[in-house]
């Protein structure tokens, strides 16, 4: 009887789905068991940090206090 995982078991390929030897097939970057023809390399895209960016103004100024209109007010006041 053949003991669990010894290289002579089979397996199934997570890429193709064919029936292959368990030696033949390795562990990819993302956790899937896949033969070695099928292999694929992860992209340079992952791999990628942000760079922060200033959030700072080169100037401001305080908001200016809001003037209200009290009363009555005519097109003239304007």
């Known amino acids: 009887m053949a003991k669990y995982g ?43 940090r942000g760079v922060p960016d200033k959030q700072a103004l080169p100037y401001s100024r305080p908001e200016t206090p809001d003037n209200f209109l009290v009363g009555t007010v005519r097109p003239e006041d304007l």
């Open 6 to 48: 010894s290289p002579g078991a089979n397996a199934i390929c997570d890429a193709s789905g064919f029936k292959v030897k368990l030696s033949a097939l390795v562990r990819q970057w993302d956790g899937a068991l896949v033969d070695r023809r099928f292999v694929d390399r992860r992209n340079q895209q992952d791999f990628v």
